[in-house]
């Protein structure tokens, strides 16, 4: 039988995805579950790339996707299945039965899922270079999607369950991130109440609250009218200023951080909350100049001339013209700071030494001792995420549009 570069190419495609998610099933297996695994992948990457041969000519047989995705799957399940000896995470199937069926039928499912996504609209016949760099594209494209996915996702589901976890099970597995959920609610978060109750979490969450909003409007009072200086008036020096906004980034925190440190010192200003206020908008203001300088630059001129013919200020332009129209621009600016001001470690663990005033990530970092639990240490960093990872998803489309705004005149 003669072989065609896209046969071949099904062939390895398959191969690549059933070692992959042979591995990452294998692991997430083994995180919920609790049950030591050794997924094989030698065997999944064998029945992967005979599910990628098998793709091509059942794509073209079969006009339903969903039908062709069942199809594979049913192959997957039963060849891995004989092929291992009925261990297919290299663990006997009674062990965990209903856990490694499921992950079972999720790898064969993602293994021809994937292949024929990757393969939709080919033929047995050669494969053309434009084809090729299409498949390259999807291929590429899916491993990424998966491998920053997992990277990103799998630390936060760690700290998650470990979370969740009482003292005891930790010391008998600590490999073990599966959740007894019989055990209740009230033992089920109760390394959040003692963080609440015993550890002074809420000031720390207060407090970062308090800096991070105070820096959010500091940085657009001074960032707004700044922006629009550089991009609407003309004065010496104005291009020369726009290119070197960003050059503060260009001297790393840990430089600047002893000289701040001695002057604070001397100011009375360490240990005081005043003296981030002080510091997180001057390393906020730069990015904030150059993000909204392009948008403001973006927006028609005529519109701000005709309000100036109307009798209004410069600020009164500013106020009731430029900001409503760059709503978008200045939500996305807003986040990307309050974003900065409530992750910064680095100045707040140089200036601030009383317990009262830590911010999140100071009073994060405080829990990391052989005296506290490690569930109320993940409990902490649960708590310290979740608030921006919920603002980033929901002014995400602020953040797209702002970010993009400007690059494109017209």
């Not at 390394?191 to 720390?204: A, D, H, M, P, R």
Request: glycine share 8%; charged share 10%; with cysteine.
């Amino acid at each position: 039988m003669k072989f065609r570069w896209v046969d071949i190419s099904a062939i390895v495609l398959g191969a690549i995805w059933g070692a992959l998610w042979m591995i990452v099933i294998g692991v997430l297996l083994m995180l919920v579950s609790g049950l030591i695994v050794s997924p094989p992948v030698a065997i999944a990457t064998l029945v992967g790339a005979v599910a990628g041969w098998f793709a091509l000519p059942l794509a073209q047989r079969i006009s339903a996707k969903n039908t062709l995705y069942a199809s594979l799957t049913v192959l997957l399940v039963i060849a891995l299945l004989v092929l291992t000896g009925l261990s297919p995470f290299g663990t006997a199937l009674g062990e965990n039965t209903v856990y490694q069926v499921f992950a079972l039928l999720v790898w064969a499912g993602l293994v021809g899922w994937s292949c024929g996504l990757c393969l939709d609209g080919y033929t047995s016949g050669s494969a053309k270079r434009y084809r090729m760099e299409i498949l390259l594209i999807r291929v590429m494209k899916g491993l990424a999607f998966v491998l920053f996915t997992v990277v990103v996702a799998l630390p936060f589901y760690v700290m998650v369950m470990t979370s969740l976890k009482s003292q005891q099970s930790l010391l008998a597995n600590p490999l073990d991130f599966s959740i007894d959920l019989t055990q209740g609610v009230e033992s089920l978060f109760r390394s959040y109440v003692e963080l609440f109750t015993q550890y002074n979490f809420g000031s720390f969450l207060l407090n970062s609250a308090i800096v991070s909003v105070a820096t959010v409007f500091i940085t657009l009072f001074f960032a707004v009218p700044g922006a629009y200086a550089v991009a609407r008036l003309r004065f010496p020096g104005q291009a020369f200023l726009s290119r070197s906004i960003l050059l503060i980034y260009m001297v790393p925190a840990i430089v600047l951080v002893i000289p701040l440190y001695a002057v604070f010192s001397q100011l009375g200003l360490r240990n005081t909350l005043y003296g981030l206020l002080i510091v997180y908008p001057a390393t906020t203001i730069p990015v904030a100049l150059y993000m909204l300088q392009g948008y403001f630059r973006g927006l028609p001129s005529e519109l701000e001339e005709a309000g100036l013919m109307d009798g209004l200020s410069r600020m009164g332009v500013i106020a009731k013209i430029t900001m409503p129209l760059s709503l978008p621009a200045l939500a996305s600016v807003a986040l990307y700071v309050f974003m900065i001001a409530w992750n910064e470690f680095l100045f707040a663990f140089m200036f601030l030494d009383d317990l009262d005033i830590f911010t999140l990530s100071r009073g994060v970092v405080s829990l990391n001792s052989s005296e506290v639990p490690r569930q109320h240490l993940m409990a902490g960093a649960v708590i310290a995420t979740v608030p921006v990872l919920a603002l980033f998803l929901w002014f995400e489309r602020f953040l797209v549009s702002g970010l993009t705004a400007g690059s494109v005149k017209g």
